[in-house]
């Protein structure tokens, strides 16, 4: 696995949501779940983070097709 690490406020500026927006997405199942990193410390998956970003953009397209 070749993926970078990405802290909670690199998450927060990539998908424009606040902290309580995505553990809630979490929680839901809507969003992917941090890697425990150390005892205190998590990380996302900036794989992960992109492929999250990449179907919410796909849903648009889906959405703003299906209403022409």
Do not use: C
């Not at 993926?3 to 424009?16: C, E, F, G, R």
């Not at 005892?39 to 648009?60: H, M």
């Amino acid at each position: 696995m070749n993926s970078k690490i990405l802290k909670l406020p690199d998450v927060m500026a990539a998908t424009a949501l606040s902290r309580s927006s995505i553990y809630d997405l979490i929680k839901h199942g809507k969003f992917p779940a941090p890697i425990k990193l150390s005892e205190r410390a998590v990380g996302w998956l900036a794989s992960e983070v992109d492929g999250w970003l990449t179907q919410r953009a796909e849903l648009r397209s889906v959405a703003g097709g299906a209403s022409k």
